[in-house]
């Protein structure tokens, strides 16, 4: 018989020829699986392995039973169903290896079937077998049954009850008592004569044991004193009814279980007053509770409300977690703490939750949240959520006003000076870092990667290498990454997924670009804002020669301090606004065409209409103290990368 079941499996799961089915079926009705010339004939029709197999069937776990020849392995997965103890799962072993029949299991109120080779538990295994594949095996368990008679408990009692039949794992209700007793009243049934009440009548029971075809007896209960115990939910949010409960003089009874449920809080067990501490738990056996025949006492259900566990997690930045809080109860607040992370170019932008059914947002520092409002997970249990630092590029503002822009000592292109009336803008605090850049685009172009200066931090060195070009796809891709509506708009879409690679060569449809009215995204300065906020704003404060200083080692990154190399943002001193680097490190690309001065009073100036260049500010570390004047102009294609120099640094209105 194990062969026929094994050419029968190799028939149906190979999908052999109906006449090799046939010869099978009919080997199996006559019984002559041991007749020496009909095993012959079907060796020769039934291959040995599936190499005939056309379409590389596979068992449903992905086995493949096609062989090369050469030393293959394979796993062999048991799964056990709950079974123990648990065979070693998976195993890895060679083609060709066997497996015999695992240990002996057990699993509590079950017996074991059979082991079987598919998930449905349709085709049995017949140890041992010839591994050839992957392979999973499926244990089968049966559930045991067993009997619940009914003892009446008293000579004196009469009636019957039905005997019921139950299967483990499902619930049954208990055969309706059909005892009387005269001059008493049914309590429910205990386990002993004498014992605690713990069903009542028609009780909804499962696993009384987990013995194969065991008996179990329930014994009737009679009292004939009883009192009354009311369940009061103990909370206007609380859901449920619990009906009233006849308890008796004399017999232990349980509890009823606890059906109330409050959203956010767990059952804590009973208490004699509303206020008051937990005495009895659930379905506890008590006895005699009330002081006398006919009263009713009432228990109040107390709760415990889930808690949320807080981390902190610094998103990039270095520092410590906040001290508080880091719990909270359900149904309280919480008070969002401040920031207690730093992270050089960046600004503290709130905080993000995360977490098992945490809901998502970002809160600001200081702002009270009902917690409620952090989780989900927390309605039905303890939770824990993290909140991580959002950061921002650090921005500083800039006040609007007037300054003198060009210089009367420079160069043609810097006349002639006149007079500028700028709104309040936003401006980077400091040039874009590599991290910055590396963030939204995905990569590194600089000349510098690697090999910083004694003491500073490789991802803090300003980008460079990067065309005009690519300036506006950072801004725009930056803008969505934070929820900002995009400045930059080319061919109708604010979209740089929808631009096409960024050119590298003068092309008519990138600068066609236009800026999107009301845009409340990152952009490149234009040349006036970059003059304005490098000589400190309004009135151009101490009128210095240099970004902040007549002093051009305290501010600047030029070629006699720079070792012709980019440094760290922000090692030089600030100007007045509190902005790095305005002064050398790297020439700085603006929104403008290149182009000549007016001689009349500007508000708010964008830069010429058209043109061949776009301006460029600042100069970089391989320059020459001259040019990283403020009113120093330079300009290039917008395709151009600047070799090792050129970067930007960002503006918002």
Not at 23 to 43: G, H, K, Q, S, Y
Not at 120 to 131: G, H, M, S
Not at 412 to 440: C, I, R
Request: with cysteine; aromatic share 14%.
């Amino acid at each position: 018989m194990p062969y026929i079941v094994n050419i029968m499996y190799i028939c149906i799961s190979g999908r052999k020829s109906l006449f090799i089915l046939f010869l099978c079926l009919l080997l199996f009705a006559f019984n002559t699986c041991e007749n020496p010339i009909m095993v012959r004939l079907l060796d020769s029709l039934v291959p040995q392995n599936e190499e005939e197999n056309d379409d590389n069937q596979t068992n449903e776990e992905g086995s493949d039973d096609n062989h090369d020849g050469g030393s293959t392995s394979y796993t062999v997965t048991f799964n056990v169903d709950g079974g123990t103890p648990v065979p070693s799962s998976p195993v890895t072993v060679e083609y060709g290896s066997t497996i015999d029949l695992p240990t002996a299991m057990t699993k509590t109120g079950y017996t074991f079937d059979n082991w079987y080779m598919d998930s449905a538990k349709t085709i049995p295994v017949v140890f041992p077998i010839t591994v050839t594949g992957n392979v999973s095996l499926y244990a089968k368990w049966n559930p045991i049954s067993y009997t619940v008679v009914y003892n009446k408990n008293a000579s004196g009692a009469t009636g019957t009850t039905e005997t019921s039949s139950h299967t483990y794992d499902e619930p049954k209700l208990l055969t309706a008592n059909g005892y009387s007793y005269s001059g008493y009243t049914f309590a429910g049934w205990a386990r002993t004569e004498g014992g605690t009440v713990e069903f009542t009548n028609g009780h909804s029971v499962v696993n009384l044991t987990s013995e194969n075809n065991a008996t179990v007896t329930l014994y009737a209960r009679w009292g004939t004193q009883p009192y009354y115990i009311e369940y009061n939910k103990n909370s206007d949010d609380a859901e449920e009814n619990m009906m009233i409960s006849t308890f008796f003089f004399g017999i232990e009874q349980n509890l009823k279980e606890n059906s109330f449920t409050r959203t956010g809080y767990t059952f804590a067990g009973w208490a004699k007053t509303s206020g008051g501490s937990v005495e009895f738990s659930d379905k506890e056996a008590v006895l005699d509770l009330a002081g006398s025949a006919g009263a009713t006492i009432k228990l109040y259900a107390k709760w415990t409300a889930h808690t949320l566990d807080i981390n902190y997690a610094g998103g990039g930045g270095d520092g410590s977690a906040p001290s508080s809080p880091i719990s909270a109860a359900y149904g309280t607040s919480i008070t969002i703490p401040a920031n207690t992370y730093i992270r050089k170019g960046y600004a503290f932008a709130g905080w993000e939750v995360s977490g098992t059914g945490s809901l998502t947002g970002t809160y600001a520092a200081e702002v009270n949240v009902a917690v409620s409002a952090l989780s989900t997970a927390i309605a039905n249990g303890n939770a824990s959520i993290t909140l991580t630092v959002k950061w921002t590029i650090d921005m500083v503002y800039v006040p609007g006003g007037s300054f003198e822009m060009g210089s009367n000592s420079g160069y043609d292109n810097q006349q002639p000076v006149h007079t500028v009336t700028l709104s309040g803008f936003y401006m980077g605090k400091y040039e874009v870092t590599q991290e910055q850049w590396t963030a939204v685009m995905g990569n590194n172009p600089s000349f510098f990667p690697s090999s910083p200066a004694t003491g500073e931090i490789q991802n803090k060195r300003p980008v460079e290498y990067v065309s005009w070009y690519n300036a506006l796809v950072f801004c725009n891709k930056l803008s969505m990454m934070e929820g900002l509506s995009p400045a930059y708009r080319i061919s109708g879409s604010t979209d740089p997924a929808n631009w096409g690679n960024v050119p590298t060569s003068i092309n008519s449809t990138w600068n066609a670009v236009e800026i999107v009215a009301g845009s409340t995204g990152y952009r490149l300065p234009t040349e006036a804002q970059w003059e304005y906020a490098a000589r400190g704003g309004n009135g151009s404060p101490g009128n210095y020669t240099y970004s902040g200083s007549d002093i051009v080692d305290d501010v600047a990154w030029y070629t006699s301090n720079s070792g012709n190399e980019t440094h760290e943002v922000g090692k030089k001193a600030a100007n007045g606004l509190g902005l790095y680097d305005m002064s050398g490190n790297v020439s700085e690309w603006c929104w403008d065409w290149f182009g000549s001065y007016p001689s009349e009073a500007q508000t708010n100036p964008v830069g010429a209409v058209i043109g061949s260049y776009r301006v460029s500010r600042g100069n970089e570390c391989i320059s020459n103290a001259q040019s990283l004047r403020p009113a120093y102009r330079n300009y290039n294609y917008p395709n151009y990368q600047g070799g090792n120099f050129f970067g930007f640094r960002l503006a918002r209105p």
